[in-house]
Nanobody, 124 residues
Framework: VQLQASGGGLVQAGGSLRLSCAASGPFSRGTLGWFRQAPGKERELVAAIRWYSDTYYKNSVKGRFTISRDGAKDTVYLQMNSLKPEDTAVYYC????????????????????WGQGTQVTVSS
């Protein structure tokens, strides 16, 4: 399984970006997540979505980011609005064929597949 992430870029604070992650294999019953890693910081979960569309968000992005998936295209999206400079990071999509329990969603080791990162830079 391969994941291909796209959609990063440079945007001013308050702007929007939409990240996409296309999977080469079916994830009709899988869990997909978006992580990010800023320089000198640990990789952290931003949002995740289970196959039955339960969604989870990092507190600091609630109300600003929306994760969604298109099962027909095996693609997951991260719509990011009202972006802040602190959202600047490399964003990675990750996936697991199967369910991840809630307490493990934010653990990178719970995911089996990773896409290449895409840089998001928010200028102040």
């Amino acid at each position: 399984v391969q994941l291909q992430a796209s959609g990063g870029g440079l945007v001013q604070a308050g702007g929007s970006l939409r990240l996409s992650c296309a999977a080469s294999g079916p994830f009709s019953r899988g869990t997909l997540g978006w992580f990010r890693q800023a320089p000198g910081k640990e990789r952290e979960l931003v949002a995740a979505i289970r196959w039955y569309s339960d969604t989870y968000y990092k507190n600091s992005v609630k109300g600003r980011f929306t994760i969604s998936r298109d099962g027909a295209k095996d693609t997951v999206y991260l719509q990011m609005n009202s972006l802040k400079p602190e959202d600047t990071a490399v964003y990675y999509c990750a996936a697991k064929n199967g369910r991840i329990i809630t307490s493990e969603l934010n653990r990178a080791r719970a995911y089996d597949y990773w896409g290449q990162g895409t840089q998001v830079t928010v200028s102040s």
